[in-house]
């Protein structure tokens, strides 16, 4: 029942990492348009040349550091599993390669927010190995 809470709380706290990148510090550092509408899918796919390149580079460090964050979070509490740490990853790999796919973006966008999920991914994995209680 740990691990299950494990990886439910680590997902939660990567979500929140990834809105917090995103949109509190993204957004406001670099202002969408005014009739942006952030969560409105059509919005973005019709108008990503209207979005600051700032406000672009924020997501690809949020979907880096929530990878990273919630790893950590899900080991942190486990202690005995790396199984919620790998859950946490792979689905918030996958999440960003539906976002990739799904929304129309820049090469250098695609291409940095594939691969820093993956560096994440590995950066998550050491931090979250180093939670666990040796049996």
Do not use: R
Not at 88 to 113: H, Q, R, Y
């Amino acid at each position: 029942m740990k691990n299950v809470l494990a990886t439910i709380v680590g997902l939660v706290v990567a979500s929140l990492t990834v809105y917090i990148f995103e949109s509190l510090i993204g957004h406001n550092l670099f202002p969408l348009p005014e009739d942006a509408n952030p969560m409105d899918m059509e919005w973005i796919k019709n108008n990503m040349d209207k979005i600051p390149t700032g406000s672009k580079i924020f997501v690809v460090i949020a979907h880096f550091m929530g990878i990273i964050v919630g790893m950590f979070v899900a080991a942190k509490i486990s202690k005995t599993s790396l199984v919620p740490s790998y859950i946490v990853g792979f689905l918030m790999i996958a999440a960003t390669f539906f976002n990739i796919f799904v929304l129309p973006k820049e090469l250098w966008f695609s291409i940095s927010d594939g691969l820093l999920v993956f560096v994440g991914f590995v950066i998550g994995t050491s931090l979250a190995k180093k939670q666990l209680i040796p049996s």
